[in-house]
């Protein structure tokens, strides 16, 4: 029984080692957000309605490196803000095409 609170110490000390870690980790983060951004217009095609709209927000929200965006259904447009050095201009493209819609740059 003695091995066994050995053993549970042992472990809570490891998990708050990491939370540690995390938590420094996410400082780092921080930091990095200091960082330029870049801001890109893209022109949309295959939104039916306001639901894709949110499919496609809701997908960029939850890909890293993307700081802002503003999907216009209708408007079938975006504008996206990033940081070029955690994401590449065609990744974000990649992750709307994967949503099931087509974009493209539009000129600024
Ligand atoms: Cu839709």
Redesign the pocket.
């Given at each position: 029984m003695k091995i066994m609170n050995v053993l549970i110490s042992i472990v809570v000390l490891i998990l708050i080692f990491n939370a540690q870690t995390f938590g420094q980790s996410d400082k780092t983060d921080s930091d990095v957000d200091q960082q330029k951004t870049k801001q890109v217009k893209l022109k949309i095609t295959g939104?039916?309605?306001?639901?894709?709209?949110n499919?496609i927000h809701r997908a960029l929200s939850e890909t890293k490196g993307v700081v802002d965006m503003e999907v216009k259904y209708p408007g079938d447009s975006a504008i996206i803000t990033y940081k070029p050095n955690e994401i590449k201009f065609e990744e974000i493209i990649r992750t709307i095409e994967k949503s099931g819609y087509k974009a493209k740059k539009l000129k600024s």
């Open positions: 939104m039916t309605c306001g639901g894709c709209a499919h």
